[in-house]
């Protein structure tokens, strides 16, 4: 299995410019998150899905931040406009939740996010 | 309220000794998972030993153990004879369902260094 799958590893952006971090989750897995993490916030989660469908967004940050999962396998994460307090690492990690007993998230290697 | 809490924000270990890594957490959800995770300086996360509320057992994964104390409320991570490797961030997660689903959530995490 290849893993949970991101690009880009790392992206710079001028302030104002829109960005998409891009995820492919590990097959068969049924949850996938995003997570952000910054030295002053640590890891915060911005939005979960369940089976595609988003169940709590509430991590969000603002109208800028909005994220898609068309199907199973791609999930995406888009800033619009993006401001340099959005620089961060951006992870999507994706789990099989079966509703009961350990499951552990798999996470991605990261898009690091500059704007400057 | 924080759910979990790591105190350490940096701890110092020489090869080949014994260290532990702290962590408490907060919860009234009877059913619930601890995991800890460790992210070298190249950036991922990955996951190490998972620990649930009813297992009666100490969860061990080789050099990895997790000291359970559920009363207290902590899950301390136990790294027996430290390698060079070992150096890294590590963090404490929890998993439980108040919110009606499930997801991990972080504490700001532990570097640890070890020297030669």
């Known amino acids: 299995d290849a893993g949970v799958i991101q690009s880009p590893r790392h992206e710079v952006t001028e302030m104002g410019q829109e960005v998409t971090l891009r995820c492919k989750p590990i097959?068969?897995?049924?949850?996938l998150f995003w997570y952000r993490q910054t030295m002053m916030r640590g890891l915060e989660l911005l939005i979960y899905f369940n089976n595609n469908v988003p169940i709590d967004d509430s991590g969000m940050p603002e109208d800028r931040f909005s994220a898609k999962m068309p199907n199973a396998s791609f999930s995406t994460l888009k800033i619009q406009p993006s401001e340099p307090r959005d620089s961060a690492v951006y992870f999507c990690?994706?789990?099989?939740?079966?509703?009961?007993?350990?499951?552990?998230?798999?996470f991605g290697s990261g898009t690091r996010l500059t704007v400057v | 309220a924080q759910k979990i809490t790591q105190t350490q924000p940096g701890m110092f270990v020489q090869e080949k000794e014994a260290v532990t890594l702290d962590c408490t957490y907060d919860t009234s959800d009877p059913s619930y998972g601890l995991f800890w995770y460790k992210q070298p300086s190249s950036g991922e996360m990955i996951f190490l030993i998972y620990q649930g509320s009813y297992d009666q057992q100490n969860a061990t994964e080789g050099r990895y153990s997790l000291n359970f104390q559920k009363a207290r409320k902590s899950a301390n991570l136990v790294i027996s004879a430290s390698q060079l490797g070992d150096s890294a961030m590590y963090f404490c997660?929890?998993?439980?369902?108040?919110?009606?689903?499930?997801?991990?959530?972080f504490g700001k995490g532990t570097m640890l260094l070890v020297s030669p």
């Open positions: 097959s068969g897995h049924n949850s």
């Open positions: 997660a929890m998993r439980d369902q108040l919110s009606g689903y499930s997801t991990l959530t």
């Open positions: 990690a994706s789990s099989l939740d079966q509703g009961a007993g350990d499951y552990g998230y798999t």
